[in-house]
C-alpha cells in the first residue's frame, strides 16, 4: 500500500503467555505499518508495565522491532494506557517511540482528531476512576518505580488479580464510555472526531456536538483474537480485522 495514511492501534496486552499476539505484531509492523506514513499506538501495548529496568526479553523484542520501524522514517507515537501508564522515557527512546499527552489534537489529512486511551471517558466506573486518579499522580509514580523489581512483579500480578475480580461484578455500561461524556470532551478540544481504545468495542459511532454538528467516534479492536486497526487516509477512515496469524 502506497503511503498516505496512518495506522491506529491499541489493546494488544502484548505478555509472555501470548506468542502468538506478539507474533501477529511483529508481522504487521513488517507489512502494514512499513509503508504508512506513521503509527499511534493508543495505550495498553502491554498487558503489565513494572517499569523500563525489566529486562525481560519480550520488551527487548518488542523495541528493536519498533526502533526498526523508525529508523525508515515511519514515525510512532505512543499514548499510555491503564496497563502501561508507567512506561518511560527511557524505554521510549530504547524504541524510538514518541511519548503523547493523554490527549492530543493531531491533523490527520486536514482533519483535526482528538486522541487518546480512552478509560477516563468511562466515568460511570466510579472505582476506577478513583484509582486512576490516584495511580496518576508522578509522586506515586516515583514510588512505585523505586521499589525492587520483585516487588513491582508482586504487586503487578495481584493487581491483575484484582481487577479481574472487579470486572465480574461490574455491568457492560459502567465499564464502557459515558455517553454524554464524549461530546464534552470533544468539544472541549474542538474536534468532530475521536479515537480511543480501551473498551474493547470496535465500532464507528456517529453523534451529534452540542452546537448541532455531527461527529464521529472511532473505538479501536483489541487482538485478543485478531489484529484491529485503523486506517487513516484522506480518502477515508476503515477499520480492520485479520485473524492473528494474518496480522
Known amino acids: 500500500m502506497a ?3 496512518s495506522l491506529f492501534i491499541a489493546d494488544l496486552h502484548l505478555s509472555e503467555q501470548r506468542p502468538d499476539i506478539t507474533a501477529a505484531f511483529l508481522l504487521f509492523l513488517q507489512q502494514k505499518a512499513a509503508n504508512a506514513d506513521a503509527l499511534y499506538i493508543l495505550g495498553d501495548l502491554f498487558e503489565v508495565w513494572i517499569g523500563d529496568d525489566n529486562p525481560s526479553p519480550l520488551l527487548t523484542e518488542v523495541a528493536t522491532a519498533i526502533k526498526a520501524l523508525t529508523t525508515q522514517a515511519v514515525p510512532v507515537y505512543f499514548c499510555h494506557g491503564n496497563r502501561d501508564f508507567l512506561l518511560g522515557k527511557k524505554f521510549a527512546k530504547r ?5 503523547l499527552a493523554p490527549l492530543t489534537v493531531v491533523d490527520l489529512y486536514g482533519t483535526p482528531t482528538l486522541l487518546m486511551h480512552g478509560d ?31 516487588y513491582r512483579q508482586h504487586l503487578a500480578r495481584k493487581a491483575r488479580r484484582v481487577s479481574a475480580m472487579d470486572k465480574k461484578g461490574k455491568t457492560s455500561d459502567i465499564m464502557d464510555v459515558t455517553p454524554d461524556e464524549v461530546p464534552k470532551v470533544m468539544a472541549q478540544y474542538q474536534v468532530q472526531h475521536l479515537i480511543h481504545g480501551h473498551t474493547h468495542r470496535p465500532a464507528v459511532h456517529p453523534l451529534q456536538l452540542a452546537d448541532g454538528s455531527a461527529a464521529q467516534r472511532y473505538v479501536l479492536g483489541d487482538w485478543y483474537s485478531q489484529s484491529s486497526y485503523l486506517d487513516v487516509s484522506a480518502d477515508g477512515w476503515q477499520l480492520h480485522f485479520n485473524p492473528l496469524s494474518q496480522a
Open 3 to 5: 503511503k498516505g495514511h
Open 95 to 99: 524504541s524510538g517511540m514518541q511519548l
Open 120 to 150: 477516563s471517558l468511562c466515568t460511570l466506573d466510579i472505582g476506577y476512576q478513583k484509582f486512576r486518579a490516584w495511580w496518576d499522580q508522578k509522586w506515586w509514580q516515583k514510588l512505585i518505580l523505586s521499589l525492587p523489581l520483585w
